[in-house]
């Protein structure tokens, strides 16, 4: 499986952005997908994950009410809606799948692909 993220870029606090991840391979739906991000310094963090179906989602505490997690199965995408955006969700955000399908366990070990990574900015 391959992985292109995009969509990232500079944004005032309070924006909204709109990632977006696109897989190879034609087993897309039988992978749990994952959106975590990095800032430096620091260890990757999970964001959100979303379940093969599509039905089962989880988010970070830290993005809960803000972000959004959801994938067209059609198209082979995973996307991350982001709204109301704060200064310290700056960060390289990252896609990965988990052929387990198994989004329950958010550690980034548990995630066998994984994307190139997109800056995300946001300015206060």
């Known amino acids: 499986v391959q992985l292109q993220a995009s969509g990232g870029g500079l944004v005032q606090a309070g924006g909204s952005l709109r990632l977006s991840c696109a897989a190879s391979?034609?087993?897309?739906?039988?992978?749990?997908m994952g959106w975590f991000r990095r800032t430096p310094g620091k260890e990757r963090e999970f964001v959100a994950a979303?379940?093969?179906?599509?039905?089962?989602?989880y988010y970070a505490d830290s993005v809960k009410g803000r972000f959004t997690i959801s994938r067209d199965n059609t198209k082979n995408t995973v996307y991350l809606q982001m709204n109301n955006l704060r200064p310290e969700d700056t960060a390289v955000y990252y896609c990965?799948?988990?052929?387990?399908?198994?989004?329950?366990?958010?550690?980034?070990?548990?995630?066998?692909?994984w994307g190139q990574g997109t800056l995300v900015t946001v300015s206060s």
């Open positions: 979303i379940s093969g179906s599509g039905v089962n989602k």
């Open positions: 391979g034609r087993t897309f739906s039988s992978y749990a």
């Open positions: 990965a799948a988990n052929r387990y399908n198994d989004p329950w366990r958010t550690a980034p070990v548990n995630y066998n692909y």
